[in-house]
């Protein structure tokens, strides 16, 4: 069954970037292809987020208004990896980030039901802090 391992998280100051990757290892492109990718955080104490989707072929692409702006997701199929870019962080950014996948295409109305995705994994913790 599909592995979902995120990396790129750590400690930086208020104003830098950090570069989030999620590979799914036990999936060929093939099989990457046909799920949506999320991207979900949770800080201490507090309850999930939904931050970004982008669908199967890259075609749509959902931010929450929070990040727009500032965070940019994409993904490589052929790589089975999607990535969140992380522009102009704030202290209240810092969570642990996870990402997800999802059989049902996203919409704008439901692209952040965190009950459609699966496979949660460790997620990689980010740090904001002066």
């Known amino acids: 069954q599909v592995q979902l391992v995120e990396s790129g998280g750590g400690l930086v100051q208020p104003g830098d970037s950090l570069t989030l990757s999620c590979t799914a290892s036990r999936f060929a492109p093939f099989e990457?292809?046909?799920?949506?990718?999320?991207?979900f955080r949770q800080a201490p104490?507090?309850?999930?987020?939904?931050?970004?989707?982008?669908s199967k072929s890259a075609g749509r692409?959902?931010?929450?208004?929070f990040?727009?702006?500032?965070?940019?997701?994409?993904?490589e199929n052929d790589k089975s990896t999607a990535?969140?870019?992380m522009d102009n962080l704030k202290p209240e950014d810092a969570a642990i980030y996870y990402c997800l996948?999802?059989?049902?295409?996203?919409?704008?109305?439901n692209w952040g039901?965190?009950?459609?995705?699966?496979?949660?994994?460790?997620g990689t913790q980010v740090t904001v802090s002066a």
């Not at 692409?61 to 208004?65: M, N, T």
Request: aromatic share 16%.
């Open 32 to 39: 990457f292809v046909a799920y949506a990718v999320g991207w």
């Open 45 to 54: 104490g507090e309850g999930r987020e939904a931050i970004s989707s982008i």
């Open 61 to 65: 692409k959902y931010y929450a208004d």
């Open 67 to 75: 990040v727009k702006c500032r965070f940019t997701i994409s993904r």
């Open 83 to 85: 990535y969140l870019q």
């Open 101 to 109: 996948l999802r059989s049902a295409m996203p919409g704008a109305s």
């Open 113 to 122: 039901n965190e009950v459609e995705y699966k496979h949660w994994g460790q």
